[in-house]
């Protein structure tokens, strides 16, 4: 059996898109890392986590008593800690202006120091740090050359104080995100960064997929409407070949070929259950294309990411045995 990658369940499908302005509440930290630690599959459990910092789950001011009790919290269940999401949005702007960019430097700035705190506690041995534009397709597309220019800049700063922790950071691959909402586009991104040891890319299967069919890019769209499967592989593969030398993390997902919003997400790749008679995705199939050559880009987990799942699907215990099993036979086929 393989034992690399490790298995990990992303916490934040508790928060994104849930709370007071969305559709349902929030799930708190201990209910997602109880139900991770409920699932086995075989024998194979969860190995860890990857955590949203932001409240009510892990503070992104949280003092060190306060890390100790997350460290405790999370290693009562037998987990570890992987990737972290730095909430740069909320007083950020990639391509905003002084004081906007100063506010997404300093949630970057917080988040890796955060990331290696965990990692100096023990708990965390590997992942990044998770960034994005932190703005809309609509507000980049009004001076496309200039915002993408003004983003890569932002990331080369980020880079340098994630590089000060010891910390690399990956950019998500989602449609929502300006100047990072089409496969083309993110790749010209990471190529005007151009620090590959530090800034690469986060890939996730249903964010990616619709990389494929051109939402909010049309001119970069891969595939047609009612496209064959010879179509589909033909795309997969450009779209791979040019985002995977750049892929640090990755994301294990379903997709049914629609957009979602939530709350106060904007609208980007429905995430369905492993088990969705609806998904478009062969999702070993695809996560083999990715993961090509994972170990040498460091890449030593995956995380299944269930964002904006209904509570009545994040709370049915069965749910993650089905994503277990899933990443299981992804492991097995494409891992180490």
Known sequence: MNQFPKLHNAMWPGLVGKGPDAEEP???????LNLTAQAEVDGTKFDGVDLFLYDPHVSIDISEDGLKRLVDQIAGYGLSVGSVVAPIWFEGNAMGNDVQVQGFLTAVRKACQIAARLRDMGIRKYGVVRIDSACGPADWQQNPLDNQKRIAETFRKAGEIAQDFDERLAAEGEICWGGMHSWRDMVNLLELVDMRDTVGFQADLAHTYLYL??????????????????????????LTQALRPWTIDFHVAQNDGTVKGSGSHDKTGR???ATDPNGKLDIVKCSGYWLQGAAERGIQHLCWDGCMFP???LENKQTYNDILRVMMQVRDQHGW
């Not at 929030?26 to 997602?32: H, N, Q, R, S």
């Not at 051109?214 to 064959?228: I, K, M, Q, V």
């Open 213 to 238: 069919l051109g939402y909010n890019a049309a001119e970069h769209r891969l595939l047609p409407e009612n496209y064959s499967d010879e179509q589909f592989w033909q795309a997969y593969e450009t």
């Open 311 to 313: 509570n009545a699907v």
């Open 271 to 273: 995430h369905c259950p």
């Open 26 to 32: 929030a799930i708190g930290l201990e209910t997602m």
